[in-house]
């Protein structure tokens, strides 16, 4: 039998399962059930277990002083940095989609660029950048400009969460029909009041979303804001420090689990509260329409204010993100000059653990991203088509979501917590794969239940009609429309587990991946030079730009139908 | 008082050439449609009176006021979008009041203005309701008020009615033009539909690939096109190729494929080749062989009842064939098959020169 037939034979086999009411049926539950399983409820169950810890610790003034303080810490930042991205990201994507430069093409591309940078090498270039007295622009002051603690935290997350928020602005802007913008105009409104009054209402979900994508990364960074926090505690870097205290003998077990406990509860009912809050209040709350100041507003619209718009929206992206980001790569091109180069290849002393780290962390992130395709697909298909009905398809969706809201590193003490209670013996390799599944499956399910129901039904029933099974329609139909999205998803779920600290550092002990040694490094746990770290930091960005470069190949142009 | 005068106009796209050394001159108060097959630059020409985009080359003037450098705010000007665009986050009612409200007039005459122009579109029921709440005939009265509120003098209508269905249509057409009068506005009607153009405007200019290719009334249009392309455009037209055997103080006789000879009018030199362009209620048809004037005879090749009218497809024995039109109560039936005997007036027909690029070249749309 040749190889035609039997992918014929095993076509015609799917489409007589798929086309079994039973079959579909099972393989939903199979979704639902896993989900739950796998994803939802562990966590949950974590917190519940011990539960009880937190007795431990309500009597211990100062560790519950510290607890609640960083948590505070956690949300004001969050809330301080999603604004101030919101804010330095309108008029950064207004200038990519409506400025009449060809050089926004390049602009574009460069805005992505503190994205490739993974999270622990980006802390740690900032910290160079901003507080090294030796290097970066604090050398020109003669001594650190930014010390080490909160307003390094801040434009740490700042960097990070820019690129994100640009890129969801930019495709809200390309969505948008100009023509209400055109409207306005046409009734009388300058520029600035026709987007304060019609493009900004128009795509209000599109910029909470953006400071929604931004407070839930602000909020789960947990390795490059440990790099940075200096004596300052956030959340994660508080979760940290606890487990740091522990291993070091500072604290006991009861007091390290209390306080873990106690404040992973409270970072997640209040993010829980929050993204409700959000969601439910989000789409009344009106900007207010009221006032009209025709002149100050025509100010604002022409020439002078414009420039300097596009100005100060230059300066801050070259000056806040694009340098400190990229400012590593100074360390790492000395290092190219000097022996670290072939240590490093030789992998003696501390590149041992760099290499075999990367593996882990490359090894993890393919294991994630095929099994979060599998268990994930089924998922997207039932949200997309509202398979369950409208009301359970929405809860589903909603439910999906918690993953992406909860702190990761409270997501990761939690799965630990049940895991290693439920399951003495397990190995870290999978408790690591479990964890990094239950943070990056909503990423997967929400790319690829978008790019289905952007998917017209008529296009499936018109493959329906000209006699196609449902496996058939999935595979002639479906995946060639969505297949560059859903690649663009399975990237995202792979970059986001390799750049993932805090849930990893929460669930191992032995195991370590990339960022989690880069970290290490930095902090002096294991001694490193700074040539050695730059390198290492280095040769990070370099995989990970080459990863998305070969993406962009792979995709251009192609995926718009 | 708003006239409108373009003035050598050029807009490229790119590599396209979508407007090539436009002028036009738009009378005040005057209803005027530009009329072209999509493509033509029709859009294209309306955008840039609005200054919704700005021109390459070429001058425009609203009034005495140059403004192909002045923003869209500050032109004066409605606009209706094919599509509406009503705001989606506004109630009907907050739409039309949008206007005045960017002007800064205080609310009470804003509301006054609001109530103005919805007594002028019949719509005084469901303002509270959104756009995606609302019929198209709704949002298309929503879209006119809204427009009107800003008190513009001159209004852009950009296929206003290209998303309604044919009974709505029709009624609304009438209804714009009559409110358009009755505030005296100089109104630009952007359409590809000929009837459309035809039935409510006072002149229409014809466009065709980036060119102006006739202005005038309908009638004239009509009666008189300039040029085959307008002649197949508006209405419709019977073309008949032939070549001018005699011609002396513009009376011809032309000689049509197969040999026969018919008179025309024009003034077109011996020997030329020719397309004889004839309306097909122009035709005289009777049933048999008979002599008269200007003749042409044919077989009935097809019917078609249409209600008001029925129209004939005659053959020839050259095989060319041609359509004829007649009221249908006027008519004693004829059937497929019958010899028929066609007359017309000579003066009544129009003569074009043979395009250089060919018939259905310069025909097409």
Redesign the interface.
């Known amino acids: 039998m040749n190889r035609r037939m039997l992918q014929r034979k095993i076509t015609d086999a799917l489409n007589v399962l798929s086309s079994k009411k039973a079959v579909k049926y099972a393989m939903y539950l199979a979704a639902v059930i896993l989900f739950f399983v796998l994803i939802l409820v562990p966590p949950i169950l974590g917190i519940a277990i011990k539960w009880g810890t937190i007795q431990q610790v309500l009597d211990q003034p100062q560790i519950i002083g510290r607890a609640l303080s960083s948590v505070a810490n956690s949300f004001a930042i969050a809330l301080l940095v999603s604004a101030l991205d919101v804010l330095a990201g309108i008029p950064m994507a207004w200038l990519i989609t409506r400025g009449k430069s060809k050089w926004l093409s390049i602009l574009d591309t460069l805005a992505d660029i503190p994205f490739i940078v993974p999270t622990a090498a980006l802390g740690y270039s900032l910290l160079l950048f901003w507080n090294d007295p030796q290097q970066g622009i604090s050398s020109l002051f003669g001594g650190s400009i930014v010390s080490t603690g909160w307003l390094l935290v801040v434009l740490l997350h700042f960097t990070f969460s820019y690129p994100v928020v640009v890129r969801v602005l930019v495709g809200a802007l390309l969505d948008y029909?100009k023509?209400?913008e055109?409207?306005?105009?046409?009734?009388?409104?300058?520029?600035f009041?026709a987007f304060r009054?019609?493009t900004s209402?128009?795509l209000?979900p599109s910029l909470i979303a953006a400071f929604i994508m931004s407070f839930a990364r602000s909020l789960s960074e947990t390795g490059a804001t440990f790099i940075v926090a200096g004596a300052f505690e956030n959340g994660p870097v508080f979760l940290q420090n606890m487990k740091q205290g522990f291993s070091d003998g500072l604290v006991t077990q009861a007091t390290y689990e209390g306080a873990t406990v106690f404040a992973s509860v409270i970072l997640i009912a209040i993010s829980c509260t929050i993204f409700a809050f959000i969601r439910i209040f989000g789409s009344k709350l009106k900007l207010p329409?009221k006032g009209?100041w025709?002149n100050i507003e025509r100010k604002l619209s022409y020439s002078k204010a414009a420039f300097s718009r596009n100005t100060i929206t230059m300066i801050v992206f070259v000056a806040i993100v694009l340098l400190p980001a990229l400012f590593v790569a100074l360390p790492a091109f000395q290092a190219v000059f000097t022996k670290t180069l072939p240590d490093a290849f030789l992998g003696s002393g501390v590149w041992s653990d760099y290499w075999q780290s990367l593996l882990v962390s490359y090894g993890l992130g393919a294991i994630v991203t095929v099994l979060g395709f599998i268990i994930g697909l089924p998922m997207a298909i039932l949200i997309a088509r509202k398979k369950l009905g409208k009301s359970l398809s929405a809860l589903l969706d909603i439910l999906v979501n918690i993953p992406l809201i909860v702190p990761s590193i409270a997501l990761g003490v939690s799965l630990k917590f049940f895991w290693k209670d439920s399951f003495p013996l397990m190995p870290e390799m999978l408790l690591l794969i479990f964890a990094h599944l239950a943070i990056t499956y909503p990423y997967i399910v929400k790319s690829m239940a978008a790019a289905f129901e952007r998917i017209s039904m008529d296009m499936e029933e018109a493959a329906r009609t000209l006699g196609a099974k449902p496996f058939s329609v999935f595979s002639t139909i479906i995946m060639p429309l969505t297949k560059y999205s859903i690649l663009s998803g399975a990237i995202m779920v792979f970059t986001r587990s390799v750049s993932e600290t805090g849930a990893t550092v929460a669930v191992v002990t032995s195991l370590r991946t990339a960022p989690v040694v880069i970290v290490d490094w930095v902090k002096g746990i294991v001694p490193a030079t700074s040539l050695e770290i730059g390198l290492g930091c280095g040769l990070l960005i370099l995989l990970s730009f080459i990863i998305l470069f070969a993406l962009r190949l792979v995709t251009r142009g192609k995926g718009r139908y | 008082m708003p006239d409108v005068r373009v003035a050598n106009l050029t807009k490229k796209f790119g590599e396209i050439t979508a407007l090539d050394n436009i002028n036009l001159h738009i009378h005040d108060q005057e209803y005027f449609a530009l009329l072209g097959p999509s493509g033509c630059g029709k859009t294209t020409l309306l955008r840039l009176i609005?200054?919704?985009i700005e021109p390459d080359s070429g001058e425009i003037y609203i009034g005495e006021k140059r403004v192909d450098n002045v923003?869209?705010?500050a032109?004066d000007?409605?606009?209706v979008?094919q599509?509406f665009?009503l705001?989606?986050?506004m109630t009907a009612w907050e739409n039309v009041l949008?206007?005045p409200?960017?002007?800064?007039f205080d609310l009470k005459k804003a509301e006054t203005i609001g109530d103005e122009v919805l007594e002028m579109v019949k719509l005084h029921e469901r303002l509270d309701a959104y756009p995606n709440e609302l019929s198209g005939g709704m949002m298309q009265r929503i879209a006119v008020a809204?427009?009107l509120a800003?008190g513009a003098k001159t209004l852009?209508l950009d296929e206003p009615l290209g998303q309604l269905d044919a009974k709505v249509r029709n009624e609304i057409r009438y209804e714009i033009r009559k409110m358009a009068k009755d505030l005296n506005l100089t109104a630009i009607h952007v359409t590809h539909d000929q009837a459309e153009a035809m039935s409510i405007s006072d002149r229409i200019a014809v466009m065709k690939k980036g060119k102006i290719v006739q202005v005038g009334t309908p009638q004239e249009l009509y009666l008189q096109p300039s040029s085959l392309f307008v002649a197949h455009f508006i209405g419709e037209s019977n073309f008949l190729e032939g070549s001018v055997v005699d011609s002396s103080d513009g009376e011809l006789e032309i000689e049509l494929r197969g040999g026969v000879k018919v008179d025309a009018v024009g003034g077109v030199g011996k020997g030329e080749r020719v397309v004889l362009a004839i309306r097909p209620e122009i035709f005289a048809v009777e049933v048999g062989t008979h002599r008269r004037k200007n003749t042409l005879r044919g077989k009935i090749d097809k019917i078609t009842f249409e209600g008001t009218f029925i129209r004939y497809v005659i053959r020839f024995e050259s095989q060319d064939s041609v359509v004829v039109i007649r009221p249908s109560l006027a008519e004693t039936w004829m059937s497929i098959g019958s010899e028929v005997t066609l007359s017309f007036e000579p003066k009544k027909a129009h003569v074009f020169a043979y395009p250089a690029a060919g018939l259905m070249e310069e025909i097409s749309v």
């Open positions: 029909r023509e209400y055109q409207a306005s105009r046409t009734l009388g409104a300058v520029p009041m009054t019609v209402p128009i209000k329409f009209m025709p | 609005a200054g919704l923003p869209p705010e032109r000007i409605g606009f979008f599509t665009a705001f989606p986050h949008y206007g409200r960017v002007k800064n809204r427009a800003a852009l």
